[in-house]
């Protein structure tokens, strides 16, 4: 009785044994599936390592790149550049009859303009030549131009002849530009006004 107990035990210690051993099969699944993972993580790490040199290498183009191009910029020939310069800083020329660019005129003829409107004799007098012409026939010239101003009601006149375009004929800016066209045989009113040392003057105002 006792021999048949311990066969009864024995039996059942080798049955759970048995069940608690793996399978073979199941080992080998095992192992497939980790080293698929693996593979996968190795593939990853790859691709990113892949990205990271064409960045590095896209960062290094651009610097190469810039690096040429101030290099280009800084070896600019002198002699080109002070060419440039020139050019820049060269001042128009004005041809004849083409309007004065002269800054200077041009806020000349403005206070002439606004001390006419006003009939400021003191400063018109102050912009004036000494010997400013102010009739052809009979001549004159210098002393009472005012008064021959105001005895044949010419400010009117001579306000409208200020206000249009001043050209260049010989030394003189002159307007009206029709004045300064010798086809035209322009007679009627007309202002002149020239440089003296340095300064610019009005010169005369004649009809005829």
């Not at 051993?21 to 996968?40: I, T, V």
């Not at 041009?106 to 009739?135: C, E, N, P």
Request: aromatic share 10%; proline share 5%; glycine share 8%.
């Amino acid at each position: 009785m006792a021999l048949l107990l311990n066969r009864r035990e024995s039996l059942a210690a080798a049955t759970t044994a048995g069940e608690a051993r793996p399978l073979p099969g199941a080992k080998s699944h095992l192992r497939g599936e980790l080293a698929q993972e693996r593979r996968h993580r190795l593939a990853i790490f790859a691709k990113l390592r892949k990205l990271s040199l064409m960045k590095a290498g896209v960062r290094f183009l651009a610097s190469v790149l810039l690096l040429l191009a101030l290099a280009a910029g800084g070896c600019q020939n002198p002699e080109k550049k002070k060419k440039t310069t020139k050019q820049e800083t060269k001042p128009a020329k004005v041809k004849p009859g083409q309007e004065s660019t002269d800054v200077d005129f041009d806020g000349f003829v403005s206070r002439l303009r606004k001390a006419v409107t006003a009939h400021d004799m003191k400063t018109i007098a102050q912009m004036m030549t000494a010997d400013f012409g102010y009739s052809l026939n009979p001549e004159r010239s210098g002393d009472g131009v005012f008064q021959f101003w105001d005895e044949n009601n010419l400010w009117p006149e001579l306000e409208g002849i200020l206000s249009e375009k001043f050209v260049k004929k010989q030394e003189y800016m002159v307007a009206p530009p029709q004045f300064a066209d010798p086809s035209l045989n322009y007679d009627g009113y007309r202002a002149g006004i020239r440089r003296v040392n340095g300064s610019w003057k009005f010169a005369y105002f004649v009809n005829g």
